[in-house]
């Protein structure tokens, strides 16, 4: 057998003669140079690994030397606004006197430990610093950067605004052509992937919304138009921020091709007061040869390893109870639910919209966060201790971030919701956003949701956000007026974070309508995503899809609901559903006293079933077979760490006539090895089920016909011997 390759550690090394910068992950190289007499951090060279000597050895690409173009254009790590640059600034800012132009010295270049580069520039004359930083995890193939700005005068400087500043630029090769891929869509059609020619120009893509935004989402991928699922180069460009935000690529008529990326948007200026500093969100990037499937397994894989807070823990089958009861919860219906979803297998049962005084449908109660007297006359305890006493744990819906201005809250603090006082308060949803980037309204957040949490013994938060932005500003002459779209997010990870410190046995889920709001900061402090409010089953395949290409599946939630779908009206039969959900975190969210006997015992079934495959879907490897759209059929396989367990799913969303699908060739088995299914027992060799294919399983006649196929490597190796 062969040794398994174990990829280098990642490094970073400083040539100090000739500047020269060079980071390595296991499979790729980053490479800048540092020149201290024009005051330039300049770009060498992102991709396949090459040695230091190489790097050093480098030529910077520059423009043609005319006076219509800046020489440094795309080529610069972090270009500003200032002397002969014409591209799009990663900084912009406004003096105190009203000048914008920044003019770049290089003060230092740190090497912290062996995985953190620090470059430390400050303007020539002004009293501003910034300090790019770039760090590369403990394993993988994710570079990480950030920016902090410093003021470094007096008060007589005055304040400085930053009217751009963005986490960083990420300089691209130079390659004939480009396409850029990303998601977009709309509430209850998140993640439709988009795979387009990058035209020369600027291409943004972003959010104004105040939140991350259903209709598009902090990353993009860019390809020289040659990549597939599973070769080629692909780089990719992340932001983890929660709040609006924005990604700029540029390519120019040169050739040059970069992503600026940044919190905020046009207007969300910062102001930067004598002493100050801000500290950008983290941007994540990466390089691979092995296509999009390699690239979002590479991420995935990072989002695992060092962001995610419990990654080991299996994420438990929940009961939700909103589309049986919507606003007409009470202690009763709740415990008769609590008893059909432990029966079913559920391991987590969470009480939705409805529980809170005044709250009898939408246009009253938020913010008003104590239990419904007459429908909770004894509070929330008995139903949580009925709850657990079932075995499962008890779960909460909350909006924190939102009130209705028929509440106690509202009458009490107009002020707290972002408003200007001449203009008119859009409500959106009957509802109206809370100020979080004021502390005194995180306090008092923070104050409620730790007593409803230790009074209740809740164990488990569905922290919802639903609606946008409007009148986010702040009235009178405050000339950082709008930065409330960035520090509104910040205000909610801190609360975020307190809570979790605070109980440690705490799992939340982060809802935003639906996919709202996902990106890697919001994962750093939750544990699960609510991906879409539709729960259509065939809707879902696409929506999951294109949530695939950057989340692991592991914090994906996915529902079971009632048919007719409640949102489409389409009928799809238990096993379809089932099978569509269980391609990520498996949820159940039907009416379970309308479900027959027969509905019952199939799902409590499909619920074994899926705690069967659990471990191999929630944290193993994942790859896509077959794309929705592309084909009669859509297929996902997932494979465990130890490659000894492999599941398929496969999906008909609708019949067509025509000839019979062809084998689905699976990926990364172990060629030599021999994989039984454990429903036939059939064998086949990794060989031959990568090279010929699995023969498609039997598939039910008719529209929306699934199958689910679990392979178990039962070879010698697989035995334990050696």
């Not at 309508?513 to 890697?520: E, I, K, L, W």
């Not at 479900?595 to 929630?618: C, F, N």
Request: overall charge negative; glycine content about 10%.
């Amino acid at each position: 057998m062969k040794p398994k390759h174990t990829p280098p550690a990642p490094s970073a090394q400083i040539e100090e003669a000739s500047g020269t910068v060079l980071l390595r992950t296991a499979r790729s190289a980053y490479a800048l140079r540092v020149d201290r007499a024009t005051g330039s951090v300049l770009h060498l060279h992102w991709g396949a690994v090459l040695p230091q000597a190489d790097a050093v050895a480098l030529p910077v690409w520059s423009e043609h030397d005319n006076s219509f173009a800046g020489r440094w254009d795309g080529v610069e790590e972090f270009p500003v606004d200032g002397g002969a640059r014409f591209g799009v600034p990663a900084l912009e800012v406004r003096f105190a006197d009203g000048s914008n132009p920044v003019e770049p010295m290089v003060r230092d270049v740190v090497l912290e430990a062996d995985d953190h580069v620090i470059v430390r520039l400050q303007d020539r004359t002004r009293p501003l610093g910034w300090d790019l930083h770039y760090r590369l995890p403990v394993a993988g193939d994710v570079l990480e950067r950030w920016t902090e700005f410093h003021h470094t005068g007096t008060a007589a400087d005055g304040d400085i605004l930053l009217l751009r500043y963005a986490s960083a630029h990420w300089p691209m090769p130079q390659r004939p052509t480009w396409r850029i891929g990303s998601v977009h869509g709309g509430w209850s059609g998140e993640g439709r992937l988009d795979r387009s020619g990058l035209p020369v120009g600027e291409t943004v893509l972003g959010s104004r919304r105040g939140h991350t935004g259903h209709h598009a989402n902090p990353w993009a991928t860019l390809d020289a138009d040659d990549a597939s699922e599973e070769h080629g180069e692909v780089w990719t460009v992340a932001l983890a921020a929660s709040g609006s935000w924005r990604l700029t690529a540029q390519r120019t008529a040169a050739g040059r091709t970069g992503i600026v990326a940044g919190e905020g948007h046009e207007g969300t200026e910062l102001r930067l007061a004598p002493g100050s500093s801000h500290c950008t969100a983290v941007s994540l990037a990466l390089y691979t040869d092995r296509g999009f499937g390699g690239a979002s397994r590479a991420f995935q894989h990072h989002l695992r390893t060092h962001i995610l807070s419990h990654p080991q823990e299996l994420r438990p089958v929940l009961y939700n109870s909103w589309e049986a009861t919507t606003f007409a919860v009470d202690e009763e219906n709740q415990i008769a639910l609590a008893g059909r979803a432990a029966a079913l297998g559920a391991e987590l049962f969470v009480l939705d919209d409805g529980w809170f005084r005044g709250r009898d449908d939408d246009r009253a109660g938020l913010g008003d966060w104590t239990p419904h007297p007459r429908r909770f006359p004894q509070g929330l305890r008995p139903l949580a201790d009925e709850v657990h006493r079932l075995g499962m744990a008890f779960g909460l819906w909350v909006e924190p971030e939102m009130v209705n201005a028929d509440s106690d809250l509202y009458r009490r603090h107009p002020d707290w919701v972002l408003h200007l006082p001449d203009r008119t308060a859009t409500e959106l949803r009957n509802q109206l956003v809370l100020d979080f980037s004021r502390p005194e309204v995180t306090s008092w957040s923070l104050s409620w949701l730790r007593q409803v949490i230790a009074e209740n013994g809740v164990d488990f938060l569905k922290w919802d956000f639903n609606r946008s932005f409007s009148e986010a500003g702040v009235p009178g002459p405050v000339p950082d007026a709008r930065r409330v779209h960035v520090e509104h997010a910040r205000g909610v990870h801190r609360v975020l974070d307190r809570l979790r410190a605070d109980f440690p046995h705490l799992r939340i889920e982060a809802c935003a309508g639906g996919g709202g709001r996902v990106d890697p900061a919001i994962l750093a402090r939750t544990d699960q995503v609510w991906t879409s409010d539709n729960t259509d089953a065939v809707d879902r395949l696409t929506i999951q899809h294109g949530f695939s290409q950057m989340y692991p599946a592991g914090v994906m939630s996915a529902w079971v609901t009632d048919s007719p779908n409640p949102l489409t009206g389409r009928v799809v039969p238990m096993s379809f559903r089932f099978h569509s959900a269980m391609a990520g975190v498996l949820g159940i969210g039907g009416d379970l006293s309308r479900w027959t006997e027969a509905d019952l015992t199939e799902a409590g079934r499909l619920v074994q079933v899926y705690k069967d495959i659990r471990p191999v879907v929630q944290q193993g490897k994942q790859f896509r077979l077959l794309a929705p759209g592309d084909g009669p059929l859509t297929a996902v396989q997932y494979l465990d760490a130890s490659g000894e367990r492999a599941v398929v799913l496969v999906w008909r969303p609708r019949t067509a006539f025509g000839p019979s699908h062809p084998p689905l060739r699976l990926r990364g088995l172990e060629q030599e090895g021999r994989y039984r299914d454990e429903d036939t027992g059939r064998e086949w060799s990794g060989a031959t089920l990568t090279g010929f294919g699995l023969p498609l399983p039997s598939l039910p006649p008719g529209d929306c016909a699934s199958a689910l196929v679990r392979l178990r490597r039962v070879d010698a190796r697989a035995r334990g011997t050696r």
